[in-house]
């Protein structure tokens, strides 16, 4: 048996959804006196081999937060060396989602993004479109509180056009209006580097999420530590504003 198989049989329920912030690929490039996209590179190779893991491990979803719809407000040097690198990055991987059944899904407001990117994500959302393996979303140029907005307004259009009733109006209907629409929520959110705030990260969709904030730097996450974690929520008991009685009923 190996390692990871060791690691894997500790945990017993897997979370469905696991949505990552991948942060402090700047810090970490300071530390080591690089500049700052020498840490987006890595934070690239470290994104690769934890859905390389989520693949064997036969995670449902994984979420990637890439690119925050606050992060236009970086500096414009630092805004064209990611755009350039997350280009790279789609090329580079193609073969690699494709090999592994990944069905991949940008989400977010891909119209801001420059027209080179935004075509070569939706060709490789299309390439994997029929895979069952993995589903990949990378939430890019995507803010939760804007998804919110956008949903509210669509829903607004629909009441307008008598197509919905302000009776059908409930927390599924708004969910379907909602970029992760077709998706589960959010089981488990990890985010390292220290910081310990969600940063507008699928907020609707993390209601009842167990979150695991870390000191790890994105770039130096390993394997180790996320079977950590997973055996750590496989231990956590979620009851959903339940009491324990409850689902202690409901194991019965
Ligand atoms: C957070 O570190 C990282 C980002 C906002 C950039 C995007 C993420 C990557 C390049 C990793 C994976 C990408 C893909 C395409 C899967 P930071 O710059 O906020 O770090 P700091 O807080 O230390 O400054």
Not at 26 to 43: S, T, V
Not at 106 to 132: C, F, H, Y
Not at 200 to 203: D, E, R, S, V
């Given at each position: 048996?190996?390692?990871?198989?060791?690691?894997?049989?500790?945990?017993?329920?897997?979370p469905?959804?696991?949505?990552?912030?991948m942060?402090?690929?700047?810090?970490?490039?300071?530390?080591?006196?690089?500049?700052?996209?020498?840490?987006?590179?890595?934070?690239?190779?470290?994104?690769?081999?934890?859905?390389?893991?989520?693949?064997k491990?036969?995670?449902?979803v994984?979420?990637l937060?890439?690119?925050?719809?606050?992060?236009w407000?970086?500096?414009?040097?630092?805004?064209?060396?990611?755009?350039?690198?997350?280009?790279?990055t789609?090329?580079?991987?193609?073969?690699?989602?494709?090999?592994?059944d990944?069905?991949?899904k940008?989400?977010?407001?891909?119209?801001?993004?420059?027209?080179?990117?935004?075509?070569?994500?939706?060709?490789?959302?299309?390439?994997?479109?029929?895979?069952?393996?993995?589903?990949?979303?990378?939430?890019?140029?995507y803010?939760?509180?804007?998804?919110?907005?956008?949903?509210?307004?669509?829903i607004?259009?629909?009441?307008?056009?008598?197509?919905?009733?302000?009776?059908?109006?409930?927390?599924?209907?708004?969910?379907?209006?909602?970029?992760?629409?077709?998706?589960?929520?959010?089981?488990?959110?990890?985010?390292t580097?220290?910081?310990?705030?969600?940063s507008?990260?699928?907020?609707w969709?993390?209601?009842?999420?167990?979150?695991?904030?870390?000191?790890?730097?994105?770039?130096?996450?390993?394997?180790q530590?996320?079977?950590?974690?997973?055996?750590?929520?496989?231990?956590?008991?979620?009851?959903?504003?339940?009491?324990?009685?409850q689902?202690?009923?409901?194991?019965?």
């Open positions: 048996m190996t390692d990871q198989n060791k690691d894997l049989t500790a945990i017993s329920i897997l469905k959804h696991i949505g990552i912030i942060d402090g690929n700047g810090r970490w490039a300071k530390l080591r006196g690089k500049r700052r996209i020498f840490g987006h590179e890595a934070g690239v190779i470290k994104a690769k081999e934890v859905v390389e893991q989520c693949v491990m036969k995670l449902e994984l979420t937060y890439a690119f925050s719809s606050e992060n407000s970086r500096p414009r040097k630092e805004i064209n060396g990611l755009m350039k690198l997350f280009e790279r789609i090329g580079k991987y193609t073969s690699l989602l494709i090999d592994n990944v069905c991949f940008p989400v977010g407001n891909l119209d801001m993004l420059p027209e080179v990117l935004k075509r070569k994500l939706e060709q490789m959302e299309a390439i994997t479109s029929e895979n069952s393996g993995l589903r990949l979303n990378l939430a890019i140029a803010g939760a509180r804007q998804d919110i907005v956008g949903a509210v307004k669509t607004i259009d629909k009441l307008e056009k008598g197509e919905l009733s302000k009776e059908e109006i409930n927390e599924d209907l708004v969910s379907d209006h909602l970029s992760f629409n077709d998706v589960s929520d959010l089981d488990l959110i990890i985010r580097s220290g910081e310990t705030r969600l507008n990260f699928m907020l969709e993390s209601a009842y999420s167990e979150i695991y904030f870390t000191e790890t730097l994105w770039p130096s996450f390993e394997e530590e996320f079977m950590e974690i997973l055996q750590n929520y496989s231990k956590s008991e979620r009851r959903f504003g339940s009491i324990k009685d689902i202690d009923l409901k194991k019965a």
